[in-house]
């Protein structure tokens, strides 16, 4: 599944062919995805310039004075600009024909993506639930430490929802919880401000070293667990239940939590 590396590497990927372009045409090959796509913006797009690509936690706007399209890649999508006038194949359900001679062209063999639409000045009712972006100033040791006061749900939960910061999927949750010594049972409510801090700044870290990283053709990188390969040689827990602990040679151990694994050292996290 895309994670917000991934979908923060799309977006740099397609600037330079699809900012300040015009859309030409949109072709849409089916109704719906996750969701029902809104047909009028066949009739809005054409015409329109994308003056920005904003990601906002793992959804991508393609603004335009006339408004936005909201895209997001759900467990198997891409979005990439190719060149118009290579043929369409069973998976490629949508197309946005630029100015540049390029297409934009969305692929998604399960279809839990989705295509919608944001009107011009206002926040599409998705995204206005969504917490700080995790590389934002505004998330920080102290906020995640006032958000969790009185909370009594694991901390790996509290961090994982996206109303309190977004785009902290299983694996990074997994890693920075290691790298700041906290145990993923532990509830939120009783992390100390100073690990608090500690957290934050590690999930800057993690995310911000995988963007960092990511800069390679993520597809050609996926192993067949879903791990992205070129972050896979440097995890310190994820998927490594059993094996020895990279601080202090412990077996690691799994949990299931909500139905994800958790992987952590029980010597190390408390
Ligand atoms: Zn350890």
Sequence with gaps: MPELPEVETTRRGLLPHVESHRVLAVTLRRPDLRWPVPTALQEI?????????????????????????????????????????????????????????????????????????????????????????????????????????????????FLMDQRIVVGVGNIYAAEALFAAGIHPLRGAGRVSRARCAALADAVKRILGYAIARGGTTLRDFISPDGVPGYFEQELSVYGRAGQPCKACGHALRVIALGQRSSFYCPHCQH
Excluded at 74 to 96: C, K, T
Excluded at 109 to 134: D, V, Y
Aim: a positive charge.
């Design 45 to 157: 797009l054409p015409g329109q310039r994308i003056t920005r690509i904003e990601r906002r936690a793992k959804y991508l706007l393609l603004h335009t004075a006339a408004g936005s399209p909201l895209i997001h890649l759900g467990m198997s999508g891409s979005l990439r600009a190719l060149a118009s006038n290579l043929p369409a194949g069973q998976h490629d359900h949508y197309d946005l024909l630029l100015d540049s001679g390029r297409v934009l062209r969305y692929t998604d063999p399960r279809r839990f993506g989705c295509l919608l639409w944001q009107a011009p000045g206002m926040l599409h009712p998705l995204l206005a639930t969504l917490g700080p972006e995790p590389l934002s100033a505004e998330f920080d040791g102290d906020y995640l430490w006032h958000r969790a006061h009185g909370r009594s749900a694991p901390i790996k939960t």
